[in-house]
């Protein structure tokens, strides 16, 4: 067993109001565009982009569906028992 395992399992023997979680994954740029303004302004841009060219609905992409992410993916950290949703900000 590496040190770091042996400190951490010490620790959270120690300390039993704390878990070991992985984060939930956040863009720090999409909490920060997330507001009434930012929403509005960008279906404004996209109706102006889809009466500009036309897009076919073949072309249009959801890309939490086709698995493509901007977003890291956090390494694991302490957390207090009980908290279901630990979250996470990446650049």
Request: hydrophobic share 35%.
């Amino acid at each position: 067993m590496k040190t770091e395992e042996y400190s951490q399992r010490v620790f959270l023997r120690r300390n039993p109001q704390i878990s070991f979680k992985k984060p939930e994954a956040t863009s720090l740029n999409r909490t920060k565009a997330f507001n009434q303004q930012e929403v509005a302004l960008f279906y404004e841009n996209l109706n102006k982009l889809l009466e500009r060219y036309h897009f076919k609905q073949f072309r249009i992409f959801n890309t939490d569906k086709t698995g493509i992410t901007t977003v890291q993916r956090p390494a694991r950290m302490y957390a207090e028992k009980g908290v279901k949703r630990v979250t996470f900000a990446t650049m």
